[in-house]
């Protein structure tokens, strides 16, 4: 058995929404391997992107616990967390959020500010990602001057920048047309063949099924099912 | 994260909302320029005063008066033995006595009364004698010179100091003789005493009434006829003099130039051998000091109002003046009223720092308004920069540096333009001055204090003005900004 790189157990996130309380992430214990490519599927208000934010250190869990490759991370503090976000994880978002004034260049190494990554040497690492993510002539164009897709791919460069263990990617091809979508897929997968752990946040069935080798199915914050199948194969 | 990195990420976010910016941005340059022009106004203005004590010697200047006396102390006066006294301090360069008197002045076929000082020629030679229009200062004490100042020229009509310069100079003074005095107090002249005599009624002098009456009377006529004496029977003194020189004439506070300046031994012939009928309050005090006696040259006898004590350049004046005081004297100093000006100097600063920062703080709502503007619509761009790695510090300083770069940038701006009116209000004011006849002087400044403060001033207050908003942006739950809530 594969070492879990992020483990969870009886994970809770509850929201108060006026007299309601939301149970968004409700028990949840999941294990993630290193290498492993999880998808997490369910219908909206399920409760994935809720999860995906709990892993990546975005949101603080109302009980349960996190684990990443051995670290506890409700007994980390705020700037410890900081660095888990800044170092250990990448996170890739539908929505792209780029900031729309930076360069395609300036906005991968923006990742790297809160690296110990010398000033100097930023600026190549962000620039050998792009190339090697088909940007290399688009270095210096702004967001609003790329197409959906190749914003993602600015977004992919950022989140990788850093060499993270573990990528989120939530909803990324929600904004995609489909010949996007696709090459987006195939460069999630591509980084898995590498080694790459990916959690991917969808409710594109066929995405799930065709990037990843485990599909973890959410309803109502409760996983209801987690199944392993090979890539290109349907989920049950 | 390295500052660098804070100031690029700042400036690329100040840039992209240009207007927005420059019209914050405009609100400190207005602040800051109002301030920093009218500040340089006051330290100009300091430093004037400053260079003109400075180079009147002023600094190293202590004037001694006498000392009244107190339920503890006797009066001391001043005299020459005080001087010599005086000169024998520790630190003490020059002591020469403020010896004035009026006299009659005929120079250039005009006859005019003016006051007269008498000055040893090491004295005429110290900064505060220094600023000439013409000609130089007199050669000896005992030399048939005069040096007169642009009063005396003003009075006499002229312009060109040129002018005076080799001119005759006829003092001339009307002395009161005590011998004069004594003549009157007997009334010996036209049988008056024989009179007098006769008048008395021999026979009711055994009457105590009478007795004291005859003496009340003739002790009241006789000192009546004393001052008379004295006041009219006067011999008249006079000197001719060279003009040599023509001075700027000036009046600062108690140490003032007279309208001629002669040499000492001159002055003393003029004055010196009885009392000037101009300089009555003189007589009187002599006369109730006792002192007054017959003519004589004797230095003791004379008194001053007021002696010059020069100090050299390590002295200090506190030690100089506790010293002197410490003899019963009143002393004055011109460095410690220097202090008293820059204190009243520091209070309209203060006052003025003031105005600029109301203005400023006018200019900081400016600032706030933007920068929380500024977070709302970049709300998503925060939880981005948290989901990078960014710790709410972080986050906090990135805003607190752009509104310290709004507040630095409008400072070094607001500096200029200040300088720029401020050169602009000199070369109105200097204008003005030569259109008055006055030697025109920058009243303006701009020392590296002042643009320090201004840029302090305009930063901090900036930063003030983006820790609310900052806090807030801190504050900021990155998975609702990332949702675009």
Redesign the interface.
Same mark, same amino acid.
């Given at each position: 058995m594969t070492t879990p790189i992020i483990r969870t157990e009886s994970l809770t996130r509850f929201y108060q929404r006026g007299p309601h309380e939301v149970r968004a992430v409700d028990g949840v214990s999941l294990s993630v391997s290193t290498g492993e490519f999880v998808a997490l599927v369910g219908a909206s208000g399920s409760g994935k992107t809720t999860l995906l934010n709990l892993l990546a250190g975005l949101d603080t869990p109302t009980s349960g616990d996190i684990w990443s490759a051995g670290t506890r991370l409700c007994d980390l503090s705020a700037r410890e967390l900081a660095r888990y976000r800044a170092q250990r994880v990448g996170v890739v978002f539908q929505t792209f959020n780029l900031v729309g004034h930076r360069t395609a260049l300036a906005n991968v190494e923006l990742a790297l500010y809160f690296t110990d990554i010398p000033r100097h040497e930023r600026r190549q690492h962000a620039a050998r990602l792009l190339e090697d993510l088909g940007l290399g002539d688009r270095l210096d164009h702004r967001p609003a001057d790329l197409s959906g897709g190749e914003q993602q791919r600015v977004a992919l460069a950022r989140a990788l920048v850093k060499n993270p263990t573990v990528l989120f990617a939530d909803e990324p091809t929600g904004n995609l047309d489909s010949d996007n979508s696709d090459k987006i897929a195939d460069l999630l997968i591509d980084l898995n063949r590498r080694g790459l752990t990916i959690v991917l946040v969808t409710h594109d069935q066929e995405l799930a099924a065709r990037c990843a080798r485990r599909v973890v199915r959410m309803h109502y914050g409760k996983i209801v099912d987690d199944s392993s199948t090979e890539p290109g194969e349907s989920a049950p | %994260?390295?500052f +660098? $990195?804070m100031i690029d =990420?700042a400036a690329?976010?100040l840039? +992209?909302m240009k207007l927005r910016t420059g019209l914050t941005v405009a609100g400190v340059v207005i602040a800051i320029a109002a301030f920093v022009a009218m500040l340089s106004f006051g330290a100009g203005n300091q430093r004037v005063i400053r260079e003109q004590f400075d180079e009147l010697g002023l600094f190293s200047m202590v004037i001694v008066r006498p000392g009244e006396a107190t339920d503890t102390t006797v009066a001391t006066e001043l005299t020459d033995s005080s001087i010599t006294m005086f000169s024998q301090l520790e630190g003490v360069s020059l002591v020469y006595p403020y010896d004035a008197f009026q006299l009659t002045a005929d120079v250039l076929d005009t006859q005019l009364e003016a006051s007269a000082q008498a000055l040893t020629v090491s004295a005429l030679h110290t900064p505060f004698f220094s600023d000439y229009r013409a000609g130089r200062p007199f050669t000896s004490d005992s030399s048939h010179e005069a040096v007169v100042t642009s009063v005396l020229l003003q009075d006499l009509g002229l312009e060109n100091a040129d002018t005076l310069i080799g001119s005759q100079l006829i003092l001339s003074v009307r002395q009161s003789v005590i011998d004069s005095a004594l003549i009157h107090l007997l009334d010996l002249g036209d049988g008056g005493f024989e009179r007098r005599v006769r008048a008395i009624e021999f026979r009711k002098l055994r009457d105590a009434d009478y007795r004291d009456s005859i003496l009340s009377a003739e002790l009241g006529s006789a000192i009546s006829r004393f001052v008379d004496g004295y006041m009219n029977a006067t011999v008249p003194v006079a000197e001719t003099l060279t003009v040599v020189g023509v001075l700027n004439g000036r009046r600062h506070g108690r140490a003032s130039v007279k309208q001629i300046l002669l040499p000492a031994s001159i002055a003393r012939r003029l004055a010196g051998s009885g009392f000037n009928i101009g300089n009555p309050s003189a007589m009187v005090t002599a006369l109730a000091s006792g002192r007054i006696s017959f003519q004589t040259n004797g230095e003791d006898n004379r008194t001053y109002n007021q002696v010059t004590v020069l100090m050299t350049e390590t002295a200090s004046y506190e030690k100089l003046r506790d010293t002197i005081q410490a003899m019963g004297y009143n002393t004055f100093s011109f460095a410690e009223q220097f202090k008293e000006i820059r204190r009243a100097m520091i209070y309209f600063n203060m006052g003025i720092g003031l105005i600029g920062l109301i203005a400023l703080i006018t200019a900081s709502l400016g600032i706030a308004n933007t920068m929380i503007m500024s977070i709302m619509e970049r709300t998503?761009?925060i *939880? %981005?920069?948290?989901?990078? *790695?960014?710790?709410?510090? $972080?986050i906090k300083v990135i805003f607190l540096v752009e509104s310290g770069v709004i507040g630095a940038v409008g400072a070094i701006l607001g500096i200029i333009f200040g300088w720029l009116i401020s050169r602009l209000g000199s070369t109105i004011v200097q204008t003005i001055m030569e259109h008055e006849g006055i030697t025109p002087i920058d009243i303006f400044d701009l020392p590296l204090w002042l643009i320090t403060i201004a840029f302090a001033f305009g930063t901090v207050v900036a930063v003030l003005a983006g820790l609310y908003p900052a806090s807030r942006a801190a504050r900021i739950d990155?998975?609702k900004a =990332?949702r *675009?809530e």
């Amino acid at each position: 058995m594969t070492t879990p790189i992020i483990r969870t157990e009886s994970l809770t996130r509850f929201y108060q929404r006026g007299p309601h309380e939301v149970r968004a992430v409700d028990g949840v214990s999941l294990s993630v391997s290193t290498g492993e490519f999880v998808a997490l599927v369910g219908a909206s208000g399920s409760g994935k992107t809720t999860l995906l934010n709990l892993l990546a250190g975005l949101d603080t869990p109302t009980s349960g616990d996190i684990w990443s490759a051995g670290t506890r991370l409700c007994d980390l503090s705020a700037r410890e967390l900081a660095r888990y976000r800044a170092q250990r994880v990448g996170v890739v978002f539908q929505t792209f959020n780029l900031v729309g004034h930076r360069t395609a260049l300036a906005n991968v190494e923006l990742a790297l500010y809160f690296t110990d990554i010398p000033r100097h040497e930023r600026r190549q690492h962000a620039a050998r990602l792009l190339e090697d993510l088909g940007l290399g002539d688009r270095l210096d164009h702004r967001p609003a001057d790329l197409s959906g897709g190749e914003q993602q791919r600015v977004a992919l460069a950022r989140a990788l920048v850093k060499n993270p263990t573990v990528l989120f990617a939530d909803e990324p091809t929600g904004n995609l047309d489909s010949d996007n979508s696709d090459k987006i897929a195939d460069l999630l997968i591509d980084l898995n063949r590498r080694g790459l752990t990916i959690v991917l946040v969808t409710h594109d069935q066929e995405l799930a099924a065709r990037c990843a080798r485990r599909v973890v199915r959410m309803h109502y914050g409760k996983i209801v099912d987690d199944s392993s199948t090979e890539p290109g194969e349907s989920a049950p | %994260m390295t500052f +660098r $990195d804070m100031i690029d =990420l700042a400036a690329g976010n100040l840039w +992209r909302m240009k207007l927005r910016t420059g019209l914050t941005v405009a609100g400190v340059v207005i602040a800051i320029a109002a301030f920093v022009a009218m500040l340089s106004f006051g330290a100009g203005n300091q430093r004037v005063i400053r260079e003109q004590f400075d180079e009147l010697g002023l600094f190293s200047m202590v004037i001694v008066r006498p000392g009244e006396a107190t339920d503890t102390t006797v009066a001391t006066e001043l005299t020459d033995s005080s001087i010599t006294m005086f000169s024998q301090l520790e630190g003490v360069s020059l002591v020469y006595p403020y010896d004035a008197f009026q006299l009659t002045a005929d120079v250039l076929d005009t006859q005019l009364e003016a006051s007269a000082q008498a000055l040893t020629v090491s004295a005429l030679h110290t900064p505060f004698f220094s600023d000439y229009r013409a000609g130089r200062p007199f050669t000896s004490d005992s030399s048939h010179e005069a040096v007169v100042t642009s009063v005396l020229l003003q009075d006499l009509g002229l312009e060109n100091a040129d002018t005076l310069i080799g001119s005759q100079l006829i003092l001339s003074v009307r002395q009161s003789v005590i011998d004069s005095a004594l003549i009157h107090l007997l009334d010996l002249g036209d049988g008056g005493f024989e009179r007098r005599v006769r008048a008395i009624e021999f026979r009711k002098l055994r009457d105590a009434d009478y007795r004291d009456s005859i003496l009340s009377a003739e002790l009241g006529s006789a000192i009546s006829r004393f001052v008379d004496g004295y006041m009219n029977a006067t011999v008249p003194v006079a000197e001719t003099l060279t003009v040599v020189g023509v001075l700027n004439g000036r009046r600062h506070g108690r140490a003032s130039v007279k309208q001629i300046l002669l040499p000492a031994s001159i002055a003393r012939r003029l004055a010196g051998s009885g009392f000037n009928i101009g300089n009555p309050s003189a007589m009187v005090t002599a006369l109730a000091s006792g002192r007054i006696s017959f003519q004589t040259n004797g230095e003791d006898n004379r008194t001053y109002n007021q002696v010059t004590v020069l100090m050299t350049e390590t002295a200090s004046y506190e030690k100089l003046r506790d010293t002197i005081q410490a003899m019963g004297y009143n002393t004055f100093s011109f460095a410690e009223q220097f202090k008293e000006i820059r204190r009243a100097m520091i209070y309209f600063n203060m006052g003025i720092g003031l105005i600029g920062l109301i203005a400023l703080i006018t200019a900081s709502l400016g600032i706030a308004n933007t920068m929380i503007m500024s977070i709302m619509e970049r709300t998503r761009e925060i *939880g %981005m920069l948290i989901s990078l *790695g960014a710790t709410s510090g $972080d986050i906090k300083v990135i805003f607190l540096v752009e509104s310290g770069v709004i507040g630095a940038v409008g400072a070094i701006l607001g500096i200029i333009f200040g300088w720029l009116i401020s050169r602009l209000g000199s070369t109105i004011v200097q204008t003005i001055m030569e259109h008055e006849g006055i030697t025109p002087i920058d009243i303006f400044d701009l020392p590296l204090w002042l643009i320090t403060i201004a840029f302090a001033f305009g930063t901090v207050v900036a930063v003030l003005a983006g820790l609310y908003p900052a806090s807030r942006a801190a504050r900021i739950d990155p998975v609702k900004a =990332l949702r *675009g809530e």
